[in-house]
């Protein structure tokens, strides 16, 4: 159930639970004193403004701003003794020192190992060097969890959120063609000791992560590859991608960005077990040359690397578009596979398997989920969006203790103004518009048989979305368009057709979705209201691509709407 | 003013000087006390209370306009939350700020400092910005959600946070919040009613999607549906009273060093209320009401009427509040001209000539001298000056900025020819020339007439 990570052991300062001398913030309580201010007119008192004061808690030590003033003010570092620190109960955020075995044996009183008291001349050593003696667990600090408190409070609802959850689950329904398509493509490697790269792209929330997660910790993989997962976000910028493969693989980390290359260059050319290189959200790593790309990609031809290299991101066309000079070398090509956001069925599929898990499945009602699993399906087909969203759902169940969610009731829980989308999760009371968007949806989405061998097919919103652009473009006389524009125009389209219609700010994440399969190219992203649209494809190839001619030779036909 | 007001308190000095400390610290200092918004505040109190005991990871967004209480909502939470014994051990709140924490380095080492982690001794941490993310992440990924204390994160001006460097931070912390690690809850606070559209998609992806919107003039809170502006007198009763019989040991220990007489107390406050009831007071109120209706604005404005009592002035009448309010409707462009010597203002007036005419067309210093020149001539009373004179003139009004360069300061042209715009309303010349004192006839006549 956790995700892939790869652990890397700390070492730990130890600090005595009972140090009585201590650097750090100095405590102090924030009064403001304006006795004197208004008898007498010397402004004695210099008083400071703060930003802001949030409550400060009285068991943590205040961290509040003006306490970063003061201790900016006295250069002096202030000798004071912890309250907290003088209880033998570990209850400081410090990490409790778990001798090498991470064990969270955390019983009251469980007093860390002691080591020698720091002296008040104790010169901290700096992290490169503590981060050089990896020997430990970091641990974040652990709690004392009675499980009698937790059983008592777990109720229905609570598994049903704790299922829903978007942490990764065990099985990943809906994508098994992907993941028998990954497998092959490794064994197939493994079996010639060969090199290959693949890119992986799709819609976020569609799983790309999580699929390979699944294949990582598959055994017959993780025995015969050396498996390293970097997550491009987490790196401060394109080059340092090196020092960190070099980290992973436990090399001797060099100062400089080169060094670091040559290190892993050699290491690739030396006889070496496979590995298997997963770079997560890729591009991060894009640079003005993009030669850490280029490197990168260039490694699987290289003789004897042994190495499949796994890249993942959003773009559809990142390899073409940032990445020209690869397609020139056969050997060099990355295979492409595409993540295609889910369908309806897909979604139900997920979050009724989910539910069945966890042995809730009366929880939520089929309608429900139907319904939900639609509207998600037909904006982006996210998955984190339609499991974030049937968790509120039975939140705001369980604030009404009902469990049938298709009630109407006029207590939604919040205030959704901003997404329409929401607001129906527990419709009022059956509106016209509802009706037809759910017919229209199955007959484009019909359930299983209609699950389709196409992979580009647009989300319906997408659709009309693309089509009020073609109107524009065809019929219109102002060639130079805008989102806010292209938003005027969709409404009236939807509005013909009775579908629900998405608001500003969801729509601009719809124009960006459609964006990644390089469809359009949004120019200026200052103010999303005012950046420019440019189709970028053919029109008669975009018309392939849409599937649905009744509908967009409607759409085209009807000048009305602009 | 009825005559049951006018009863002989006696006002000790010593008493108004108290109680003006008492109500300035009450009105200034915010409270944790929340009204109104009941909803939102159980919404959010949910959110925390699920976060730090079922080690649930969530992330919300509070939006709403500056100065309706997003600030004053989570203080109250928190300090709700704080009485908790399971959140008092076990949660760690760090507070970041958009404007304080600029960028994603700034934002992380400071996050390190409040969750007091191993590479910060004191308050100074250590390492640079990759090692301590890749640290807080280390730390925060091989937590779980039986055993690691759950973290709050309050990310005050959250709009400024997406301005960060692909978002860094932003995205690792809603990673952490959507996968099975250490429970988070991430909290964000913004004006921005479209802050979803400024997420780039892969972290709009992680985002829950729980926007929380708070809107002044809501008063669900209150005990009985009233309307907005009640609710508003009600606070003006509120902030200025004063501790009497009934409340005198619930006041709070902040205002320990302010011991009130009760009985002083119980006659000041009957006379605060029935300031709530003589007419005049609340259509004043209303007004006011009608032009601005955030709270703190209020705030300040009866900070300003405090500010007036004396041991001279014991009382606040209702002209108090009227004078008070003139400060905040003050023309102040108009302040400004009345402040300009003659000359200037001669100029300024041949300007708004000079704009009618020609309709709005740009100006320069030739122009305008033209038309003053013209102008003294006729009038014999007008004393003639030299050009430097008048062009020192015309430089002072413009770095008063009462005339706006066109095309950028430093385009290459002289400064007689230096084409500027003009941005003044012809009825605040108007005004300033009706208060100016001691204007010479002449140069009023020739305000009003346009046609010279």
Not at chain 2, 157 to 176: G, I, K, M, P, S
Not at chain 2, 367 to 373: A, F
Request: aromatic share 6%; with cysteine; charged share 25%.
């Amino acid at each position: 159930m956790s995700t892939i990570q790869a652990t890397i052991p700390f070492n730990i300062r130890k600090k005595s639970s009972k140090t009585t001398s201590f650097y750090g913030i100095k405590e102090k309580a924030v009064t403001e004193d304006f006795s004197n201010a208004a008898l007498r007119q010397i402004p004695e008192l210099k008083y400071t403004p703060r930003v802001k004061k949030i409550v400060t808690l009285t068991s943590s030590d205040s961290d509040s701003d003006a306490d970063v003033e003061n201790s900016a003010i006295t250069k002096r570092s202030v000798k004071y003794s912890r309250k907290r620190n003088t209880t033998d109960k570990v209850s400081t955020p410090k990490k409790n020192n778990t001798d090498g075995k991470s064990d969270h044996s955390c019983g009251n009183g469980a007093t860390p190992p002691k080591q020698k008291k720091i002296e008040e001349s104790f010169s901290p050593s700096t992290p490169s060097s503590m981060l050089g003696l990896l020997d430990l667990e970091c641990v974040v600090e652990d709690v004392e969890k009675t499980q009698a408190k937790r059983l008592l409070k777990s109720s229905k609802f609570q598994s049903a959120r704790k299922a829903l959850h978007s942490s990764v689950s065990a099985n990943l329904p809906g994508r098994e063609k992907e993941l028998t398509e990954l497998r092959e493509f490794i064994s197939h490697r493994l079996k010639n000791f060969s090199s290959g790269s693949l890119y992986v792209s799709g819609p976020p929330g569609t799983g790309k992560t999580a699929s390979l997660s699944k294949i990582m910790l598959e055994p017959e993989f993780k025995a015969a590859f050396k498996v390293i997962y970097i997550n491009c976000t987490a790196i401060k910028s394109a080059g340092a991608i090196y020092a960190k493969i070099v980290e992973d693989l436990g090399l001797n980390l060099a100062k400089t960005e080169k060094a670091n290359r040559s290190t892993l260059e050699k290491y690739l050319k030396s006889k070496h077990q496979m590995l298997l290189l997963v770079l997560d959200e890729i591009d991060q790593l894009t640079t003005r040359s993009q030669s850490v790309l280029y490197t990168i990609f260039e490694w699987p031809s290289k003789e004897g690397s042994k190495l499949v290299l796994v890249g993942i991101a959003n773009a559809l066309d990142l390899t073409d578009r940032i990445l020209p000079r690869l397609q020139a070398r056969c050997e060099l090509r990355p295979k492409l596979m595409h993540f295609a956001p889910y369908s309806k069925q897909q979604i139900v599929n997920i979050i009724t398997e989910r539910l069945e898990e966890a042995n809730v499945s009366d929880v939520l009602n089929k309608v429900a989920v139907q319904m939900l699993a639609a509207k998600v399906a037909a904006i982006s087909g996210d998955i984190r969006k339609a499991l974030d969203i049937s968790r509120r759902v039975i939140e705001i169940a369980e604030a009404q203790r009902v469990a049938q969610v298709l009630q109407p009731c006029n207590d939604n829980g919040s205030n959704i103004a901003g997404s329409p989308r929401k607001q129906q999760e527990i419709p009022q009371e059956k509106s016209v518009g509802l009706k037809e968007v759910v017919m229209v949806l199955n007959s484009v989405y019909g359930g299983a048989q209609n699950i389709n061998n196409e992979e580009s097919i647009f989300p319906l919103q997408q659709k009309l979305l693309l089509c009020s652009l073609m109107l524009i473009l065809n019929k219109g006389k102002n060639k130079d368009l805008t989102i806010g524009m292209l938003h005027e125009v969709y409404k009236k389209v939807c509005k013909k057709r009775n579908i629900h219609i998405v608001d500003m700010s969801e729509f601009v994440s719809l124009c960006s979705l459609v964006e990644t399969r390089g469809v359009l190219r949004i120019v200026g992203k200052k103010e999303p209201r005012l950046s420019k649209v440019h189709l970028l494809w053919d029109q008669e190839e975009l018309g392939g691509a849409l599937q649905d001619k009744t509908m967009m030779s409607e759409i085209l036909n009807d000048a009305s709407c602009l | 003013m009825s005559k049951k007001q006018n009863m002989a308190i006696d006002f000790h000095d010593n008493m108004i000087l108290l109680t003006r400390k008492y109500l300035k610290r009450k009105i200034m200092c915010p409270e944790t006390k929340f009204r109104h918004h009941v909803k939102e505040r159980v919404h959010i109190l949910d959110l925390l209370k699920r976060t730090v005991e079922n080690g649930e990871s969530n992330s919300a967004l509070l939006i709403g306009p500056r100065g309706c209480g997003k600030t004053t909502l989570i203080n109250s939470v928190l300090k709700e939350l704080s009485s908790l014994k399971s959140f008092k051990d076990e949660a760690l709140v760090v507070n970041l700020h958009g404007l304080v924490h600029t960028d994603d380095r700034l934002a992380l080492k400071d996050t390190t400092r409040q969750m007091q982690l191993e590479n910060a001794v004191g308050d100074k941490v250590f390492g640079t910005f990759a090692e301590n993310l890749s640290f807080l992440l280390e730390c925060l990924k091989s937590g779980d959600k039986t055993q690691s204390k759950p973290v709050i994160f309050i990310l005050d001006e959250f709009d400024l946070f997406c301005a960060h460097r692909n978002q860094t931070l932003l995205y690792n912390l809603f990673d952490v919040a959507q996968s099975a690690q250490a429970p988070i809850c991430v909290l964000g606070i913004t004006c921005r009613l479209d802050v979803i559209e400024l997420l780039e998609k892969r972290v709009k992806s992680r985002f829950s999607h729980r926007q929380i919107f708070l809107f002044p003039g809501d008063t669900s809170g209150s005990d009985q549906p009233t309307s907005a502006f009640d609710d508003r007198l009600k606070l003006f009763q509120h902030l200025l009273s004063l501790p009497d019989d009934e409340n005198v040991n619930e006041t709070d220990q902040q205002y320990e060093d302010c011991k009130m007489n009760p009985q002083f107390g119980a006659r000041w406050n009957e006379y605060i209320k029935s300031l709530t009831e003589n007419m005049t007071m609340v259509n004043f109120l209303k007004r006011m009401y009608q032009l601005d209706v955030s709270e703190r604005s209020f705030r300040n404005f009866l900070a300003l009427v405090i500010s007036s009592l004396s041991e001279k002035h014991p009382k606040l009448e209702v002209n108090d509040f009227v004078e008070a309010n003139k400060f905040f409707h003050q023309d102040d462009k108009v302040l400004t001209l009345q402040g300009l010597s003659v000359l200037e203002l001669c100029l300024i007036i041949a300007m708004k000539h000079q704009t009618e005419i020609y309709d709005d067309e740009p100006l320069n210093f030739e122009m305008v001298l033209n038309r003053y020149v013209k102008f003294a001539n006729q009038n014999s009373s007008i004393q003639t000056v030299q050009r430097p004179v008048i062009m020192k003139a015309f430089e002072h009004i413009k770095n008063l900025e009462l005339i706006q360069p066109v095309g950028g300061p430093n385009t290459r042209v002289e400064k007689e020819h230096q084409l500027y715009k003009f941005s003044l309303g012809w009825q605040q010349i108007a005004d300033a020339v009706k208060n100016y004192p001691e204007l010479p006839t002449e140069v009023s006549q020739w305000a009003v007439s346009s046609l010279q």
